[in-house]
Every structure is written in structure tokens, then in C-alpha cells.
């Protein structure tokens, strides 16, 4: 297993965040219940942070959370789980005649171990040191093995080569902020692939059109991102809590898709739980 390693500086501003966010989840005036009121007071900071933070500052808030400890890297969850059901149909219907598969986040293996457990030959990256080491070291009690990467935050690692497949990971995609820079992390996956070869984006969050929720988020981020002269405003879909979150329309995903290469071929609601407002969707590389 080759481990590249790779630094993450956070700005000032991602650390005050951090503090705040530190201080507010233990706060004795905190209700374990919020009311309404409470819940939509800490809506509008997490707004105003939203548009105090930009790009870079977000990435590095999203990498101090996946540094500690989250949970993802824990034995049993990657080790035993293995992919969800809608996971598993999608990998078997696409990925059937795929020797070679890349799997973006690589969490702490789950994925990696179920797609290497059916016979596929590996590659896997994340941007989390902790949890590559995880990875690798869930992958030696599992019995399998892969190639496991540290890579910079909304990019790849060098040299990949061409691989049959890509998964994006659970998760993975709705972390990058903005859309440039997902279209930017797609183009990267699609010069690793053939024509034709799939692009599994797994369990990323969805809203509706109208969400009244999301259009009070950007237009409270953008009006603080224009009063500290930033040129990059916040997206529809664009929310932050302990870490930066994108939730998009199917249209956005297709469209972003296809700007990077790739048709849209399915696009199916995951039913993690009624509340989820999960999807996971493939591609095909064209």
C-alpha cells in the first residue's frame, strides 16, 4: 500500500469556526431538543459563517472533521457492512466486466473491501490521512488488499493511470464546495477512464427546487460574502454544520455530469430512511 502524504493548511478563519462550533455544541445553554426558534437562530450563523468562509476555508473545516475521530474509520461498520443494498445492485449492474476500479473517499474502507471482496483490483484515495491509515489497516484485517492514497482536498492523486471504473464514496461528492471545483474533481476522474466506462456517485444529499431552507442560506451567506468583498458566491444547496454540505437537484447532477464528460444513465433516491434525502446516481463516460 503506497501512502503519499499530503498537508492541509486551515486558515484562521476555518479555526475560528471551529472554535465557535466547539463552544456552541457544548454549551450548557444548548438544548439537547431545539425549539423552532432555536433551530432557525442557529441556521442564520451557520448562513452568516457560510458566507464569511470561502472555498479554501471550507476544505479545511471538512478536513479537521475527518482528522479526529468520526466514526467512518471504526472495524466493524467497514469491515463487516460491506456496500448497501442499492450500492451493491448498482456495482453489479455496472461494474460487472470492470477489472480496475477507483474509488474516490475512501472512508475507512468499506467500499474498498466490498468492491475488492467481489474480485476488483483496487485504488483508493482520500483526503484524510487518518482515514487512509484506517483504510489500510482495515483492509489487512479483512484480508484484502489495495491501493490506498492520500490526495489533496477536491483532487486526485498523480499518475492514476486508466482504470475500468470509478466510485465516488458515500458522501464524498457534496463535500467539495462550489461547482466549478466538482466539475474540475469529475474532469480529473474522467481522464482516468475509457469511453464508456461508469462513474458511481454514491449516497450524495438532494433537495427540492424550492426549498425554502436553502434559498434563506445563500441569500444570508451572499449578502455577507458581498460585504467582505468576496468574488464567489454561495450555491443553492450550499449549507455548512461541522463541515461544508451540498445538496442538489437531479438536473444539477446531470448537468454537472455531463460538463465533465459523462451522460447521466441512472439516477435513483436511495432509501437509507425516509428522512435521509439520499441518491445515488451513474454515469457513463462519453
Known amino acids: 500500500m503506497n501512502n503519499q502524504d499530503t498537508a492541509t493548511k486551515i486558515s484562521s478563519r476555518a479555526r475560528s469556526y471551529l472554535l465557535f462550533l466547539r463552544w456552541f455544541s457544548w454549551s450548557p445553554e444548548r438544548p439537547k431538543a431545539l425549539s423552532l426558534a432555536a433551530r432557525r437562530l442557529e441556521s442564520l450563523w451557520q448562513a452568516v459563517w457560510l458566507g464569511w468562509l470561502d472555498a479554501d476555508d471550507l476544505n479545511g473545516i471538512t478536513w479537521s472533521h475527518y482528522m479526529g475521530t468520526s466514526g467512518f474509520e471504526a472495524e466493524p461498520f467497514n469491515v463487516h457492512q460491506g456496500l ?36 476488483h483490483q483496487v485504488t483508493a484515495f482520500d483526503f484524510s490521512r487518518s482515514l487512509t491509515a484506517a483504510c489500510s489497516s482495515n483492509l489487512e484485517k479483512a484480508g484484502c488488499s489495495a491501493v490506498v492514497l492520500d490526495a489533496p482536498p477536491d483532487g486526485l492523486p498523480a499518475d492514476l493511470g486508466i482504470h475500468d471504473a470509478v466510485l465516488i464514496g458515500r458522501g464524498f461528492y457534496h463535500h467539495i464546495p462550489g461547482r466549478m471545483r466538482r466539475v474540475a474533481f469529475l474532469q480529473s476522474c474522467r481522464a482516468c477512464v475509457a469511453v464508456g466506462a461508469p462513474v458511481i456517485l454514491s449516497d450524495f444529499f438532494t433537495r427540492s427546487a424550492g426549498s425554502r431552507f436553502h434559498r434563506r442560506t445563500r441569500q444570508i451567506a451572499n449578502v455577507v460574502r458581498r460585504l467582505r468583498g468576496e468574488g464567489e458566491g454561495a450555491e443553492l444547496g450550499d449549507w455548512l454544520t461541522n463541515c461544508m454540505q451540498h445538496a442538489f437537484t437531479r438536473e444539477e447532477i446531470e448537468q454537472e455530469l455531463v460538463d465533465a464528460g459523462f451522460c447521466l444513465e441512472t439516477y435513483t433516491v436511495s432509501p437509507f430512511s425516509e428522512e435521509s434525502h439520499l441518491a445515488l446516481a451513474v454515469g457513463r463516460a462519453t
Request: aromatic share 8%; proline share 3%.
Open 84 to 119: 448497501w443494498p442499492w450500492e451493491a445492485d448498482a456495482s453489479q449492474r455496472h461494474f460487472k466486466d470492470c477489472k480496475r476500479v477507483l474509488v474516490a473517499g475512501a472512508g475507512g474502507g468499506r467500499e474498498v473491501i466490498a468492491l475488492a471482496r467481489l474480485g
